[in-house]
C-alpha cells in the first residue's frame, strides 16, 4: 500500500534529551512536511523539504532539525533546545508545483517529562 | 505566518442534521482542501477543489471554492455518528500551505 508512515506512535523521553521522529513515504513524493499539532490548535509548520539534501524552516523551526538524505525519508531530531517539546507531531508529503495535496502520516505523540 | 480563518470552532448536533463549516483568508489561494481528523490520528484528506468557483461533493460531503480565491465551505448532510471529528481547511498557494484551526463536530445518535 502506497501511504505515509511514522514511527514509533508513542513516544515518551526525559527533559534534555534529543529524540528523532521517523517519517518515510511511498508516494514518490518530492516535498516532505512536518508538522505540530497542540492540543485545540491548527497545524504549525515546523521544516520542509522540496528536494533531496534541501530544506528550509518553517513557522517554528526553533529546537528543532531535519535532514532529507533520500526521497523516501525526512526524519526530525526534537533537541533539547525546543522549549516545551511535548505535543502530537505529524509529517506529510505532496508533489510539487503550483497546485497540490499534502498527504499526512499517522502521527507521533511525544512526552518529555 | 497567517492562519486561516475557519468557522464555527465547534458544532453540536443530532443525527440527520445537516452541517455546513468555512474558511476564509485575506489572501488567495490556489487550491483549496479539506480534511477530517480523528483523535490520535493523522488528517484525512476529503475533497479537493482547484478552481474558483468549483463544487465538488464526495458522498455526502460537499465543498466549494469560493469565487474570490479567498474562502471555501464544506458541508455535511444528513450527519452519522461517525461523522464526529475535527474538520480543516487548507489552502495551498506555491510552496506556502496555510491551516485553518479546526471545527470539531459532535454528532449526537
Known amino acids: 500500500d502506497g501511504g505515509i508512515t511514522q514511527s514509533p506512535k508513542y513516544l515518551f523521553r526525559k527533559e534534555g534529551q534529543n529524540v528523532t521522529l521517523s517519517c518515510e513515504q511511498n508516494l514518490n513524493h518530492d516535498a516532505m512536511y512536518w508538522y505540530r499539532q497542540d492540543p485545540g490548535q491548527g497545524l504549525r509548520l515546523i521544516y520542509y523539504?522540496?528536494?533531496?539534501?534541501?530544506?528550509q524552516k518553517g513557522d517554528i523551526a526553533e529546537g528543532y532539525s531535519v535532514s532529507r538524505e533520500k526521497k523516501e525519508s525526512f526524519p526530525l531530531t526534537v533537541t533539547s533546545a525546543q522549549k516545551n517539546p511535548t505535543a502530537f507531531y505529524l509529517c506529510?508529503?505532496?508533489?510539487?508545483?503550483?497546485?497540490?495535496?499534502?498527504?499526512f502520516g499517522p502521527g507521533t505523540r511525544l512526552t518529555v517529562t | 505566518g497567517q492562519q486561516l480563518n475557519q468557522s464555527p470552532q465547534s458544532m453540536f448536533i443530532q443525527e440527520g442534521e445537516d452541517v455546513s463549516m468555512n474558511c476564509t483568508s485575506s489572501s488567495i489561494f490556489n487550491t483549496w482542501l479539506w480534511y477530517k481528523q480523528d483523535p490520535g490520528e493523522g488528517p484525512v484528506l476529503l475533497i479537493a477543489?482547484?478552481?474558483?468557483?468549483e463544487l465538488t461533493s464526495n458522498g455526502r460531503l460537499t465543498a466549494q471554492f469560493g469565487i474570490t480565491r479567498k474562502d471555501s465551505f464544506l458541508n455535511i448532510s444528513a450527519s452519522i455518528p461517525s461523522d464526529v471529528g475535527i474538520y480543516f481547511c487548507a489552502g495551498q498557494t506555491n510552496n506556502d500551505m496555510r491551516f485553518g484551526a479546526g471545527t470539531r463536530l459532535t454528532v449526537k445518535p
Open positions: 523539504s522540496q528536494i533531496v539534501n534541501d530544506f
Open positions: 506529510a508529503s505532496s508533489g510539487t508545483g503550483t497546485s497540490y495535496e499534502q498527504y
Open positions: 477543489l482547484y478552481k474558483a468557483g
